[in-house]
């Protein structure tokens, strides 16, 4: 009994696996919150282009 339980405290695989997966967990996060601001951005550049598009088909570029 003595053995087995030393040798469980010596297997660290089950501790390693856990290190993965909260590893993996952080980068998810990371790419999911840049992915979002990227979003945004994209967003908030194309609306400023229809903007302008808009303002220049209105007649602007007519006078």
């Known amino acids: 009994?003595?053995?087995i339980f030393?040798?469980?405290m010596?297997?660290?695989s089950g501790?390693?696996?856990?290190e993965y997966g909260?590893?993996?967990?952080?980068?998810?996060?990371?790419l999911i919150s840049g992915a979002g601001m990227l979003g945004t951005?994209?967003?908030?550049?194309f609306e400023?282009?229809?903007k302008e598009l808009d303002y220049t088909?209105?007649?602007a570029a007519e006078e």
């Open 15 to 18: 501790a390693t696996a856990i």
């Open 10 to 12: 010596k297997d660290e």
């Open 41 to 45: 951005a994209l967003d908030d550049q």
């Open 1 to 3: 009994m003595k053995t």
């Open 57 to 59: 088909a209105g007649g």
């Open 22 to 30: 909260l590893i993996a967990a952080l980068i998810s996060v990371a």
């Open 6 to 8: 030393a040798r469980l």
């Open 48 to 50: 400023q282009i229809s």
